[in-house]
């Protein structure tokens, strides 16, 4: 009896190791490279990729760059050696192709795919492979949609929004990394296509907060779209930038959820947004589990949909086309793709407060 019990024990130890040791297999498939695991929206696509990969019977390694570029590149040395058949990519350093090129350098020697994804690497880079393509998003296609969403949120509640009352809005912007395409064009469209909104209805436009600065945006200098970057920008401009100066921000407009949630943080300290009425409207980018919460509980304004789950298939089923010696995007019709260069596009969608 002790025997049986003690077998039914081994076995039972041995499939929760196995569940647990999925994605830290070193003879695994695929490898997959992120940039951080800190990242709230890369946490979700990690989550919802292990899932996906476990669906398709796929093998896989997680490895965490945190986000340092010669992490990753060594890595990536490491997993060929290890035998990997797919590299699965969230390229630290995006401001060049450097990073990305020497990916592919490695890849085509040793004859293994790599599938770039969510950060996305340029047209060239994907062109020089033909075992190579990039999932991701239309980097413009956010800027414009949270743009639209502020520029008509503020017009709908101009009145209550201008807490000075001199006809105009002030706003803060977080940036999450220079040189990254995404954080470029959040940046640019978010205030730029809510300016175009309020000079059709007839009000002034936006207006940086700070005037002294020249970039109208604070950047998280480690490019890690933190919370912990807004919350220290937030923080120190509410001591100078409030009610009782008359000078108030009015509206927070971030690259990414997670700054929102640093933002909103600092804002809570000050006594806005606990779920009353005095609140400064913030907006970000990704639509997380946590920002969805904070809409909910009106802390939060609104969001754009950055859908883990769907980019998380369209990458699991890529992977495993070329671990099965496919074309890539073999059975991907459903996703949009490029014309010219092998990229798959997942569309975003708006998150938003009804008022």
């Known amino acids: 009896m002790k025997i049986r019990l003690l077998s039914v024990y081994t076995i039972l130890i041995c499939i929760l190791f196995s569940a647990c ?25 990690r989550s919802a990729l292990g899932t996906a990969f476990k669906n398709n019977n796929i093998s896989y390694h997680d490895y965490d760059s945190n986000g340092n570029q010669t992490t990753q590149t060594e890595q990536v040395q490491t997993s060929i050696t290890k035998g990997a058949k797919v590299l699965v990519v969230n390229i630290v350093n ?20 790599v599938i770039f994804f969510n950060r996305e690497v340029s047209d060239e880079v994907i062109n020089s492979y033909e075992k190579c393509a990039f999932i991701g998003t239309d980097a413009e296609e956010a800027g414009h949609m949270q743009g639209e969403m502020i520029g008509e949120y503020v017009v709908r509640n101009f009145d209550e929004l201008d807490l000075n009352k001199d ?31 309020l000079k059709e209805a007839g ?15 604070l950047v998280d200098k480690n490019g ?3 919370a912990a970057a807004s919350n220290e920008y ?27 949630e640093g933002a909103i943080t600092a804002l809570n300290s000050a006594g806005y947004n606990l ?25 939060m304004t609104g969001t754009i949909k950055q859908d883990a789950e769907t980019m998380s298939e369209a990458i699991s089923l890529v992977t495993k086309n070329a671990i099965d010696g496919k074309n890539l995007f073999d059975g991907a019709e459903e996703f949009h793709s490029d014309k010219s260069v092998a990229k798959l596009r997942i569309p975003y969608s708006k998150y938003i407060t009804e008022n």
């Not at 105009?168 to 909104?197: C, H, M, P, W």
């Not at 009000?203 to 945006?217: A, H, I, T």
């Not at 779920?275 to 802390?299: M, R």
């Open 21 to 45: 040791s999925q994605g830290n297999n070193d003879s695994a498939d695929a490898h997959v490279f992120y940039y951080t695991y800190s990242d709230t929206y890369i946490s979700n696509v």
């Open 94 to 113: 995006t401001g060049s192709d450097d990073a990305s090129q020497g990916i592919i350098s490695q890849a085509k020697n040793a004859n293994i795919p």
């Open 167 to 197: 006809g105009k809005i002030s706003y803060i912007l977080f940036k999450g990394e220079e040189g990254n395409n995404e954080a470029i064009y959040r940046t640019q469209y978010s205030v730029e296509d809510a300016n175009k909104i």
């Open 203 to 217: 009000k002034n436009e936006l207006v940086f907060y700070d005037q002294s600065n020249p970039n109208k945006y």
């Open 224 to 226: 890690q779209w933190s």
């Open 234 to 260: 937030m923080t120190t401009a509410l001591t100078s930038y409030n009610e009782a100066n008359n000078n108030m921000i009015e509206l927070v407009i971030c690259n990414n959820d997670g700054m929102a």
């Open 275 to 299: 779920g009353s009425e005095k609140k400064i409207p913030v907006f970000g980018v990704d639509a997380t589990d946590a920002a969805q919460e904070l809409i909910k509980n009106n802390k």
